[in-house]
C-alpha cells in the first residue's frame, strides 16, 4: 500500500505507539522501492490476482536493504564466503547465543528437512500437531520413521501432554509456534514442559517462523542453556525475503554438528546483505506487526458479523470454515481473482488464508460475500481457473 492509497489519519492509527515521524516515514505496506512493485502478470500470475495463499509479506524489503542488495549484486560473480561466515557470528550474538550455535540456510525449511533427518528414522519417531506444517512429516516419511499427528485441542492448541505420551521412543517433537496454519501460538509453559518431560534422547524441534507477528515467546534463550532444543527461523514472511530466501538454525554444537551432516550450500551474498540490513532495522519488526495486526482484525470482524468461525490467529494467516469442502471454496475464490490457501485433511473444510494489505483484505471480503452465495450445484461444477496456483504454496 502507497502513501497515495493511505490516509495521513490511517497511517497514524497504523502506527500504533511509535513516534509520528517515524510512521509517516516507514509506511508497513508501501512498495519497498517508493515505485510499484513488478507487474506479476510478468511472472506467471496474472496482475489482477489478489495472492493471499502462500503466507507472504504483501511488500517486499525496506529500501535500504534493496540499496545493500543492489550494491553487492554487481559483485555477483565472487562467492564471498567471509561475509556469511562473519554474518552467521552476528546472528548468534544477536541472539545471546557463543559461536557455533546457528547456521545460515536458504530459506527455514532446510534446516527443518535436516532436523527431521538427523533425529528420526526406523527406530525413533516424528510427533506433531495436526494440522501443522507438513515438511517434517514428509522428510521423515521419507526416512522410515513413523509420524505421530496428534489432533489439536478444540480450542486450536497443542495437546502437549498427548505428543509427549504419543511414543516413548520419539526421535524428534515439532512444535511449530505460532502454529501454521491455524496461527495459534504455543505458550512457552508447554514447551518448556516438553523439554522436561520429553523421550529421553529425543530431540525438540520449534520453529518459529511467524513468530515476529505474534507475541508469542521465543525459546531461543533455551538454547544458549544448552537444552535438547533446535529453533528455526526465517526470513520469508514478516521480513518479505521468501524469493529471496534466508533462514537459519540455532542449536548446542552438537546437534547442529547432526544437520551439518545434510550439508549447507553457499548463501546468496545478495539475500545475505538484505537480511543484515533488515535485522538491524530497529523499527521494521514493530510496523510491519501493527500493521498486519490491523488488517488481520479487521477481517475477524468482518468473518464474525457473517456468522463465520476461525482459528484465534496471531500471524499472518489464519484458517476459517468455509462450510463447504475447502478445495471448492478455493476454486470459488479463484474465480472472483482471489486466490487463498489450502486445506489440511484433518479440517477439510477450513481453508487457510494469509493476510495481506488492507486492500487486498477488502478484496477478500468483498468475494467472501459473493462465494458464498453461490449455489451448492454452481460450487461442485466450478473449476480453479489457475490449476498453476492450486496448492502451489505449499507453505
Known sequence: ??????????????????????????????????????????????????????????????????????????????????????????????????????????????????????????????????????????????????????????????DVKAMVAADPNAGLIYICNPNNPTGAIVKRSDIEWVLENKPKGAVVLVDEAYIHFSDAESVIDLVAKDKDLVVIRTFSKIYSMGGLRFGYALARPDLMEKLLHYGVNSMATTAIQCAKTMLFDKDLVLLRKKANADARDMTFEFLSKQGYAFSPSQANHFLVDMKRDGRLAAASFANKSVIIGRSWASMPTWSRVSVGSMKEMESFQTAFVDVMKDPAGKVNAMAHPYPHLEDAFRC
Open 1 to 158: 500500500m502507497s502513501m497515495s492509497a493511505l490516509s495521513r489519519r490511517r497511517f497514524i492509527q497504523l502506527s500504533g505507539a511509535l513516534p509520528v515521524s517515524v510512521a509517516l516515514a516507514r509506511p508497513a505496506f508501501a512498495a519497498a522501492s517508493g515505485a510499484a512493485l513488478p507487474n506479476p502478470g510478468l511472472m506467471d500470475v496474472p496482475a489482477n490476482l489478489v495472492l493471499i495463499n502462500g503466507n507472504e509479506y504483501p511488500s517486499g524489503p525496506t529500501p535500504a536493504a534493496l540499496k545493500a542488495l543492489n550494491a553487492v549484486a554487481a559483485n555477483g560473480n565472487r562467492y564471498y564466503m567471509a561475509e556469511t561466515t562473519k554474518f552467521t557470528g552476528e546472528l548468534a550474538a544477536y541472539h545471546g547465543l557463543k559461536p557455533g550455535y546457528a547456521t545460515i540456510y536458504a530459506g527455514s525449511s532446510e534446516p527443518l528437512r535436516f532436523t527431521t533427518m538427523a533425529f528420526t528414522g526406523p527406530a525413533k519417531s516424528l510427533v506433531t500437531a495436526d494440522p501443522t506444517f507438513e515438511s517434517a512429516w514428509r522428510a521423515a516419511d521419507a526416512m522410515g520413521a513413523k509420524v505421530h499427528k496428534v489432533p489439536l485441542k478444540a480450542d486450536f492448541s497443542y
